[in-house]
């Protein structure tokens, strides 16, 4: 039976191109598609998957795959489980999702479970908060993501599988110095309890800018989505501190965090700039699009499940891959210039 690299050299095409046709991809004409497979049924390879795959119930011919989350009310995971779930239907596959609400041991379990009694050909681990040292192993290929500063630390150690990033570092750092541009020297940021990594990577680029934020003006809520925007913002305003510009951990916060600024008798962007993360095209209190950091949830399905099939359709090709995507800073409608004093 030949190799996917075989399979790729016989049809003159790459190995890319011969995983999408296996698993019916869109992203490829279904006339290189058909060639692909009658090559691959002739060479006897394509029953290696597709005989196993047939048989489920329901006749579903693609991968059987087990995401596992942080978070099932988040909006933005909310888009993140939709695209999968697009991507994986594409491929006549079923995607079984699952919340592990923040806790690495439920992770943990998640994995074993889908797994184990499941049997998943392929595992989508979105949870970013595993210790190297507790990191599960699977029959079936993972695909394990992490945050900026999750990645770095496990970079030090050693995990068995691919690894996926958003390095939010990019579209955070774009957005700092377009506001430094616009004669912004007075920065607040706002998040809570689990987007502390964005607060402190927040820090670490206002330092390499040689910009100074007191603590007042770095609030961590208890609460979360645009309750904790809203409540924060308006604690900031009434302790007296009067940033130019705001970044927010997530949109949901941008969101009600504007309320307060408005009731406030303040204006976005004239009086203050207001930036969020994920770019889920919100519109704020007073109509505007919120400037965000774009994380491109689109994007993030492609380029982890072509991966995974790889390692379902490969399974002999052991060399670990470190993926990282890149955000960017989308200005939208609200930031704007430092209001000159009359």
């Given at each position: 039976m030949p190799t996917l690299k075989e399979l790729a050299e016989l049809a003159g095409v790459s190995t890319s191109t011969v995983s999408k046709a296996l698993n019916n991809s869109p992203d490829?004409?279904?006339?290189?598609?058909?060639?692909?497979?009658?090559?691959?049924?002739?060479?006897?390879?394509?029953?290696?998957?597709?005989?196993?795959?047939?048989?489920?119930?329901?006749?579903?011919?693609?991968?059987?795959?087990?995401?596992?989350?942080?978070?099932?009310?988040?909006?933005?995971?909310?888009?993140v489980i939709d695209a999968f779930s697009r991507r994986?239907?594409?491929?006549?596959?079923?995607?079984?999702?699952?919340?592990a609400n923040f806790s690495q041991e439920r992770s943990i379990?998640?994995?074993?479970?889908?797994?184990?009694?499941c049997h998943v050909d392929g595992i989508i681990s979105l949870f970013n908060s595993?210790?190297?040292?507790?990191?599960?192993?699977?029959?079936?290929?993972?695909?394990?993501?992490?945050?900026?500063?999750?990645f770095r630390k496990v970079m030090d150690g050693y995990i068995p599988c691919d690894l996926f990033c958003i390095n939010a570092r990019t579209g955070l750092n774009q957005a700092v110095e377009q506001l430094l541009a616009l004669g912004h020297r007075d920065f607040a940021f706002l998040g809570e309890n689990h987007t502390r990594y964005r607060e402190h990577l927040f820090l670490e680029l206002a330092e390499?800018?040689?910009?100074?934020?007191?603590?007042?003006?770095?609030?961590?809520?208890?609460?979360?989505?645009?309750?904790?925007?809203?409540?924060?913002?308006?604690?900031?305003?009434?302790?007296?501190?009067?940033?130019?510009?705001v970044i927010c951990a997530y949109?949901?916060?941008?969101?009600?965090?504007?309320?307060?600024?408005?009731?406030?008798?303040?204006?976005?962007?004239?009086?203050?700039?207001?930036?969020?993360?994920?770019?889920?095209?919100?519109?704020?209190?007073?109509?505007?699009?919120?400037?965000?950091?774009?994380?491109?949830?689109?994007?993030?399905p492609r380029l982890v499940l072509d991966l995974?099939?790889?390692?379902?359709?490969?399974?002999?090709?052991?060399?670990?891959?470190?993926?990282?995507?890149q955000t960017a800073f989308i200005p939208n409608e609200t930031i704007g210039p430092v209001r000159k004093a009359k």
């Open positions: 490829i004409s279904e006339e290189t598609r058909d060639q692909i497979v009658e090559l691959a049924i002739r060479e006897g390879y394509h029953k290696k998957f597709r005989k196993k795959s047939a048989a489920r119930p329901g006749g579903f011919a693609g991968p059987k795959i087990g995401l596992i989350y942080s978070d099932a009310i988040s909006s933005y995971y909310s888009r994986v239907r594409d491929l006549d596959g079923i995607l079984l999702a699952c919340d379990s998640l994995c074993n479970y889908l797994d184990q009694q595993y210790d190297p040292s507790d990191f599960p192993t699977t029959r079936a290929p993972m695909i394990a993501s992490f945050g900026q500063t999750s390499e800018h040689g910009l100074t934020v007191p603590e007042r003006c770095i609030r961590v809520s208890t609460l979360r989505f645009e309750e904790a925007g809203y409540t924060s913002m308006r604690e900031l305003l009434e302790d007296g501190c009067r940033p130019t510009a949109d949901d916060i941008a969101v009600g965090a504007s309320k307060a600024i408005l009731e406030a008798g303040l204006r976005i962007p004239e009086d203050l700039s207001l930036v969020g993360f994920d770019n889920s095209r919100l519109r704020l209190y007073n109509q505007k699009i919120l400037a965000s950091v774009d994380s491109f949830v689109e994007d993030q995974l099939m790889k390692r379902i359709t490969e399974p002999s090709d052991g060399v670990i891959q470190n993926i990282a995507l």
